[in-house]
C-alpha cells in the first residue's frame, strides 16, 4: 500500500510541476507560490470533518515549522522554474530523496541497500554535472560556476525538501496524515505583512488559464504531498521517498515536450545520471519490501 501511495504522489508531482512552471512563469514565483497555498488551503479544509481531533498541538507547531521550511523550499523552487531551464531545476530539486534518505538513517535507524547506496552516487553525481561548469571551476563568482540561473534555487529547494520529508514523519505519526499537511498552507499568509503580495496579486482572476493552471496545479501537489504522508504511515520513508522523488523522470519527460528547453552535453550527462540515480534507488527500495 505504501509503494500504491508513492506512486501516486510521483505522478501528482510530475505533472503537476509541469502547470507550476507555466504559473510562475506567468505571474512570477511569489505569486504563484501565495495562490497556490491559498487555494491548497481552501481545497484540503473541504476535509476537516473527517480529520478527527487533534491530540497534540505540540507536534501540530512542529509540523507548521516543517512548513515553513518546505514553503521556503517552494519558493525558491518556483522561482528556479521562473528563471532557469525547466529539465535541470526540476531533476536537481527532485533529488531531494538523496538527503531524506541520509537524514532517515542517522535519525530513525533506517537502512540503505548497497544498490541504492550505487543509485544515490548517481544522483550525486548528476546534480553536479548538470549544476555547475566543470571547465569554469577556476572562476572565483558562484555566477560564473553555475550552468544555469536556477540551479541555486534548485540546490536550496533540494536540501529544504529533503528535510521536510524525512522529519514530517514525526508529526504525522502523532496528529495523521492530514494534519501534518494542514498548517504549511497558511505561510501564504506571512508574505503579506512583507508587502509582497499587492492589488495586482487578484488579476489572477482576470487570466482564466492561468486561474486554470494554478487550480490544476495545487490539485495535483496536494493529493501527491497527502499521499506521501499516508505512505510513510505505512512503509519506511528511506522506501516511499525515493519511489515518490523518481518523479523528475516524469516531468523531465514532459519539459522536453512542452517547453523544449535547450540542454548542454554535460547537462544532459547530469540529467540522465540523476534519473538513472533516482530510477535506481527506486526499483531497490521496491526490492527491499
Known sequence: MAILFALIALVGWGVGDIFGTKVARKIGNVYG??????????FSSLYIPWAGRIE?????????????????SSLLYFRGLEVGNASLVGTIAGSFSIITIALSMIFFGEKV????????ILVILGVILSSFKIEDSKRKTWQSFLSNPGIIY?????????????????PAEKIGWFWSYYPANFTAFLLIPFGLIKSNAFDIFKKPQTFTHTVL????????????NLGILRGLTSIVAPISGSYPVLFVILTRIVFK????????LGVISALAGILVISFASVEKV
Do not use: P
Not at 113 to 120: A, E
Not at 154 to 169: D, K, N
Open 113 to 120: 541497500t548497497l544498490v541504492q547506496l550505487m543509485g544515490i
Open 56 to 72: 497534540n498541538f505540540t507536534y501540530l507547531l512542529l509540523a507548521f515549522l516543517l512548513g515553513l521550511i518546505v514553503s521556503f
Open 261 to 268: 528547453d535547450r540542454l548542454s552535453r554535460q547537462q544532459k
Open 217 to 228: 496545479f495545487m490539485i495535483l501537489v496536494t493529493i501527491a504531498t497527502f499521499a506521501y
Open 33 to 42: 507560490f501565495f495562490w497556490l497555498h491559498i487555494f491548497a488551503l481552501l
Open 154 to 170: 534548485a540546490l536550496i529547494a533540494m536540501v529544504g525538501w529533503g528535510i521536510y520529508f524525512a522529519f514530517i514523519r514525526i
